[in-house]
């Protein structure tokens, strides 16, 4: 006869999240609660389980509520019954003088909470991959972020005040994705060499910093498929942008740029370009090259032509925004396939038309009328 199970595996679920608990077999509902409570950051006495519908009772061993190896729980956390500076009181005299006890069972229970908070953020880091640390008031990303290495699939430091990017972010060699914006990152501050180690970085987001330039480091990032640098001080894109064949959103509105390179055509992923308010002139030919292409925007430009070959070649575009450039509806309407473009984005928003119908609303053609220059 198979000797039974001396552990089992229970799933845990919990904001939004699946954890794999393993308890002794004749665990009860209160060890349970007590293993969870570093992975959760939830009180035991804050904790409420749910298996099959019922409750699991404290006192009670899981195989008598029918918990297995392998069942569903789920963990609903009462509000207020997180971890803090140790288990909540009503009153913090009382709770004082419950500490002086002559108990060193009492006392060692109350600092315990204590060594748990200081290390569950970085266990919960690599439980869950994700690092969420934005609006948190930071100078600098914190030595812990590098310690949990190729856990963490998401790192969003946004909105802080951090200035340097160190050759530790190598470390993350499974990141996805990097949310660095709103920051103080200049061209000099940032370790490339490291973010280039970065093979399954998918979504780059370096928008409101300091940036003047971006080094040709840039196209080894071959995996990448969203790359946001608005609101910097960029002048120019590297030619090393046409190596990111699988990159789908591009924006860099709110830069200088003059010029793009023609290596743009290159990236015959892109869907959605917007590099309104800038200083372009023009766009490079190869530009028509970019079949896969749907929304464009480049507004507040000083454009004063298309690429030849835009709307012939483009043939899924049906978002443009060309106000505040020197292209009219009227000098739009000359470019050859304009009426299979004109066809395509009224298709796709007629219901908006539809609605507008009656209404002073007014389909927007994407440029500015001749009239509303003068």
């Keep these: 006869m198979e000797a039974a199970p001396t552990t089992i595996t229970v799933q845990v679920k ?26 959760t950051n939830v009180l035991p006495r804050g904790q409420r389980l749910i298996c099959k519908g019922k409750v699991l009772q404290d006192a009670a061993s899981l ?10 729980v789920m963990l609903i ?33 109350t600092q315990k909470p204590e060594a748990i908070v200081t290390k569950s953020r970085s266990e919960r880091w690599k439980l869950t991959g994700v ?24 790192l969003d430091i946004s909105n802080n005040s951090i200035k340097e990017i160190p050759h530790k972010i190598s470390a993350l060699k499974s990141l996805n994705k990097l949310l660095l914006t709103a920051n103080d990152i200049a061209d000099d501050s940032i370790c490339w060499e490291g973010l280039s180690c970065l093979q399954k970085l998918l979504n780059l987001s370096l928008s409101e910093n300091q940036l003047v330039s971006l080094p040709s480091t ?11 640098v608005a609101n910097n001080r960029l002048d120019n894109l590297p030619i090393e942008i046409g ?56 507004r507040n430009n000083g454009l004063t032509s298309l690429p030849a070959t835009l709307f012939k070649k483009c043939s899924q575009l049906i978002t443009l925004d060309l106000h505040g450039t020197e292209i009219t509806n009227d000098v739009l309407r000359q470019v050859e396939g304009w009426e299979e473009f004109d066809e395509r984005r009224r298709q796709k928003h007629q219901k908006q038309l539809d609605f507008r119908v009656g209404s002073s609303g007014v389909f927007d053609e994407g440029a500015d009328d001749d009239n509303r220059r003068r």
């Design 14 to 39: 919990f904001a939004g999240r699946t954890i794999p608990v393993e308890v002794p077999a004749a665990a009860s509902g209160a060890e349970l609660k007590r293993l969870l409570q570093p992975l």
């Design 63 to 72: 195989s008598s509520m029918q918990v297995v190896d392998g069942s569903k």
């Design 77 to 109: 956390a009462s509000q207020g019954l997180h971890q803090g500076d140790g288990p909540i009181t009503n009153n913090s005299s009382s709770s004082a003088t419950t500490v002086r006890r002559p108990s060193n069972v009492k006392e060692n229970q």
């Design 131 to 154: 690092v969420a640390l934005n609006d948190c008031d930071l100078k600098v990303v914190p030595e812990e972020v590098w310690d949990c290495g190729p856990s963490i699939r998401i």
């Design 218 to 228: 840039l196209g080894s990032l071959t995996s990448l498929r969203e790359l946001r």
């Design 243 to 298: 190596l990111l064949k699988h990159l789908q959103i591009l924006i860099a509105s709110n830069n200088r740029i003059t010029s793009l390179p023609s290596s743009i055509g290159d990236c015959e992923s892109l869907t959605e370009v917007d590099l309104s308010s800038n200083l372009l002139t023009e766009l490079p030919e190869a530009f028509g090259n970019l079949c896969n292409l749907k929304v464009l925007h480049i």
